[in-house]
């Protein structure tokens, strides 16, 4: 019996669920600048924040970890 194939729309939402959310990163943020709605950049820029910070931290204890800093 032949393996049950999955459609690769429902691959990637899986593939994207076990990743998380995406960091915002270049494109994005541009486009929300181009697009010129201050309400959704400012909504951008809280989130970047947030994230900047959690990846600062994750960093410190990864480099703390390693003997680093």
């Known amino acids: 019996m032949p393996a049950?194939?999955?459609?690769?729309?429902?691959?990637?939402k899986?593939?994207?669920a076990?990743?998380?959310p995406l960091p915002p990163y270049g494109?994005?943020?541009?486009?929300a600048i181009a697009r010129?709605?201050?309400a959704e950049m400012k909504k951008l820029a809280a989130s970047t924040r947030k994230w900047l910070k959690?990846?600062?931290a994750a960093l410190d204890k990864l480099?703390?970890?390693i003997g680093g800093k």
């Open 4 to 12: 049950k194939k999955t459609s690769s729309s429902k691959t990637s």
């Open 14 to 16: 899986a593939a994207a």
């Open 18 to 20: 076990a990743r998380g």
């Open 27 to 31: 494109p994005p943020i541009k486009e």
């Open 36 to 38: 010129g709605n201050t």
């Open 54 to 56: 959690d990846v600062q």
């Open 63 to 65: 480099e703390k970890a």
